[in-house]
DNA sequence: ATAATGCATTGACGTCGATCAAGATGGAGG
DNA sequence: CCTCCATCTTGATCGACGTCAATGCATTAT
């Protein structure tokens, strides 16, 4: 087994929550000024991670909940014959660790998709001050509730939609998260490869592969490398929410 | 639109947490007898809801959380063209209504599956109770975190296994729930038919028919209409979580 | 520059499970 | 008891997507 490289509070310091750009993303509340300084007071900020480094592994003890700064990190768990299942891609502004609260042991491994810092936010300490700011409790339960509403979603795309429709539909969901962090909605980098996509879609590569060309033979993108281009948001989302239909227009992972 | 059935608060009754035989299911924390008490005083009973009944509607204004007492839930979110996808079931002793707290809406719908008597837990007293004792809050965000783990493997399941894997791995997680509750893990009778079961595993119900008979031929299980009866629960095992392994048996939504 | 490595692409082929269609079963109601 | 309707079953067929294998392409190391 591999050596566990965990950094244990080596080069952490003081995090400035409050000139954070990401941290309506972060903790979409109202929390005034003497609550944001409390929660700066217990948020860390860790070494970057470089490509492939583990932020945590699976069955590690939980301690802490991360929000990601820059780069990017995948969640997977491990199925017996060792094959690996991505659950998860976090960008920056988005939480991971949420699913080892109820275990104490983190169900899944989450690894660094590109070089990547994150904040850490002690649970225990968190847990503590939720219980003092009743708008920290309240952002926390909705960030939760959130993700419990997106994997339903994210369930619902792979278990009912054919391949195109999940491409579609997790296209849309990168530009929707880069959008809201000002970023472009229609030209963006994917930080994953084409078999992490695949994988998170429950797809096999050389059908991942087939899709884009597909896709760009059809106009709906331009795509070189991981470098992404929309050209027919319209035609994407006919796709991914079905036909024309301008209505419940929520966005997988929005 | 059909006439929403909602029962306002009209036969509800003080709840008696500290006497029901699911307490420990539900909230699986230690409160003290005080704790109980003021939980006691925000829980409310409703009408038992007759087979078909919606407890609430998607985009119904997100009001409580429901604990089923007797009887079966199906969560269920509708797509455009009208066919729904199951995302959950919800047997005695579990929670319910928690994607909707971020929004303020409930973004699926939920239906009896038999006569169903649930616990109304108002949502607005719980967070506020929950300031007030910690351990409540604690609980609450462990019966969350949970249920983002168990999406996660279920997420895992339909991506990526197998018809007949996937069968395995309901029926067991079925066997865990009734058992945690002191009943059979081997006889039970399911409370949804095998279309709904189709459904939530992603499969058309000619398939689950079909896998029925192929498990009661290869002698894994007996089925008469819902009654089921596991005969070969170590290559059930075997077929849900891989070959021979006797580590790693998380059981999905156990 | 060349080799080596890892990921992406492309094609050929097979299979699992969806779909279509037709009965069988069984429960609810008269 | 019989009828009626929904659900379940069974068979035949088809297509989407996985698998296998070969090749291309880019990046890094030699």
Do not use: W
Request: glycine content about 6%.
């Amino acid at each position: 087994m591999a050596a566990k490289q965990r950094v244990v509070n080596l080069s952490t310091i003081r995090q400035a929550c409050s000139e954070c750009s990401l941290f309506q993303l972060c903790l979409p509340v109202t929390l005034d000024a003497e609550d944001v300084e409390q929660l700066e007071d217990i948020v860390q900020r860790r070494r970057p991670l470089r490509r492939g480094e583990y932020l945590y592994r699976a069955e590690d003890p939980f301690r802490a909940i991360y929000a990601v700064r820059a780069g990017a990190i995948k969640t997977t768990v491990l199925s017996i014959n060792g094959e690996e299942q991505i659950t998860g891609f976090h960008l920056p502004g988005e939480i991971l660790g949420l699913d080892a609260i109820n275990s104490g042991r983190h169900p899944c491994s989450a690894q660094a998709l590109e070089t990547t810092s994150v904040c850490e936010i002690p649970f225990d300490n968190l847990e503590y001050l939720a219980t003092k700011i009743p708008g920290l409790q309240q952002s926390l339960l909705r960030i939760m509730s959130k993700e419990i509403f997106k994997d339903h979603e994210l369930l619902y795309a792979v278990a009912k939609r054919s391949a195109d429709e999940r491409l579609a539909i997790v296209l849309l969901s990168f530009s929707n998260r880069f959008g809201r962090r000002g970023l472009s909605r229609t030209r963006f980098r994917l930080p994953m490869s084409r078999a992490e996509l695949s994988n998170y879609l429950g797809l096999a590569p050389e059908t991942m592969s087939r899709l884009f060309r597909r896709f760009q033979e059809q106009g709906l993108i331009t795509a070189s490398g991981k470098e992404i281009a929309l050209q027919d948001i319209g035609a994407l989302r006919d796709l991914a929410y079905g036909y024309g239909c301008e209505a419940n227009q929520r966005h997988l992972r929005s």
